[in-house]
């Protein structure tokens, strides 16, 4: 299966919102460009967000179609969105799967900057899975 990784595009938006409604993740006012999309023969099989905050980068709204698991797509987005990080602000993700953040250079974080304490609150309020803070370590 050949994989192909690109930025996000409007047309991207109906099927990342049906998405995010069923599994739970956070697309609020999205925006295309903020995505990186997976295709395989022209479909889209997964996707990521990153949000710029004025205080942290934060990878969101992560999603890879279940039968195309554990194949190191869902790396290999959060890759190409950390690669439009600068390191000027702290990278977070508030984790449904923090296990996978893990397997990436994430850890467990207690402090975090106001717009992460929002976002996980945000989270912890709205869905049901659990929702860990985690910080890309240096
Ligand atoms: C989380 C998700 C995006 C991972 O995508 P993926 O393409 O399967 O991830 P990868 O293949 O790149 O996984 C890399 C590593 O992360 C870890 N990992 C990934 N998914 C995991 C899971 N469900 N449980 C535990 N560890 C996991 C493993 O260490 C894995 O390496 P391994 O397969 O060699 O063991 C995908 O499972 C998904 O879409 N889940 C449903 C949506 C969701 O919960 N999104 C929020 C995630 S925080």
Known sequence: MGVTLRAGQESDL????????REQLDNRE???????VAEADGVLIGFGRLLEHPDAWEIAC???????????IGTQIVEALLALTDAERPVYAVA??????TALGFAPAEDM????KT???????????VCVVMRLEG
């Open 113 to 116: 900057p106001a717009s992460i």
């Open 96 to 101: 449904g799967v923090p296990d996978f953040f």
């Open 30 to 36: 999205a925006r295309p460009e903020e995505y990186v």
């Open 14 to 21: 109906p099927v990342i919102e049906a998405v995010a409604q």
């Open 62 to 72: 992560m999603y890879v179609e279940p039968g195309k698991r554990r194949r190191r």
């Open 119 to 129: 976002k996980a609150d945000y989270c912890r309020r709205s869905f049901d899975d």
